[in-house]
């Protein structure tokens, strides 16, 4: 969402809107009109952004060396991203896996787990420290789903 505005103490006005890869980013410009037609113009030609996939990101996260991870943990990241997620995400841009796309993973394993959250963790290869927090990721972001449908 683009907003225009006139900031406090400074001449000029101010273009607030998102990047392609959805950065919020911020330009100034001498009057309204010339920042309205920046508006315009990014409507014309909206940047194209991050097409990346998933599968692509996470075969770039996880050869990036940012984790510090064993090779053994390596391995079981890769074969619960290989199993569990890039099958109903992994084609899908970044930008267009929506809440209703992690919902359909999350009831994919409560199928599996026959309705057990603390074993859709276990599926998803999660530390037993972490199924509070995998709970709470999904609570927070609106993913749970009611597990009692499932036994």
Request: with cysteine.
């Amino acid at each position: 969402m683009t907003s225009i505005f006139r900031r406090k103490a400074r001449r000029g006005w101010t273009l607030k809107y998102r990047d392609g890869k959805g950065r919020a980013r911020m330009r100034s410009f001498r009057t309204r009109e010339l920042a309205e037609n920046e508006v315009i113009r990014q409507r014309a030609n909206p940047d194209t952004g991050d097409r990346r996939n998933l599968r692509g990101h996470a075969a770039e996260w996880l050869a990036s060396g940012k984790l510090h991870l064993r090779p053994s943990s390596s391995r079981v990241y890769l074969w619960a991203m290989r199993k569990h997620v890039l099958p109903a995400l992994g084609d899908l841009p970044l930008r267009e896996i929506t809440r209703a796309h992690v919902r359909d993973v999350v009831r994919r394993g409560l199928e599996e787990a026959r309705g057990n959250y603390k074993i859709v963790a276990r599926l998803f290869n999660m530390e037993p420290r972490d199924y509070k927090r995998f709970l709470n990721f999904l609570r927070k972001h609106d993913c749970q789903i009611p597990f009692k449908d499932y036994r």
